[in-house]
């Protein structure tokens, strides 16, 4: 069973930085990771991509985090990280972690269970 594990999220003030990380597994499996993404959904909102990072290194972000938020991975840990500087009340919602990830069998989309963070002014 593939899994995707996110933690890292919590309460800052407004102008603080936090860093999330989401590792994938699949225990007695072997596996591939392609593009890895995290979203963010606010109360009454949709769920939106924050930042992506596809397997050659590539990042695209959102236009409200440019400049404050940075995607990076670590290939060896099956790890996506996002690093957030510069935290707005706005940035408030539930993060979720989404990862292609190959199996023998079958490729799939992935989310992790979500991680909230809150921003207060």
């Known amino acids: 069973q593939v899994q995707l594990v996110e933690s890292g999220g919590g309460l800052e003030q407004a102008g603080g930085s936090l860093r999330l990380s989401c590792a994938a597994s699949?225990?007695?499996?072997?596996?591939?990771?392609?593009?890895m993404a995290w979203y963010r959904q606010a109360p009454g909102k949709p769920r939106d991509l924050v930042a992506g990072?596809?397997?050659?290194?590539?990042?695209n972000y959102a236009d409200s985090v440019k400049g404050r938020f940075g995607i990076s991975k670590d290939n060896a840990k099956n790890t996506v990280y996002l690093q957030m500087n510069s935290l707005k009340p706005e940035d408030t919602a539930v993060y979720y972690c989404?990862?292609?990830?190959?199996?023998?069998?079958?490729?799939?989309?992935?989310w992790g269970q979500g991680t909230q963070v809150t921003v207060s002014s």
């Open positions: 699949a225990p007695g499996r072997i596996f591939t990771i392609g593009s």
């Open positions: 990072i596809t397997s050659d290194g590539s990042t």
């Open positions: 989404n990862a292609i990830i190959t199996t023998r069998s079958s490729t799939g989309n992935y």
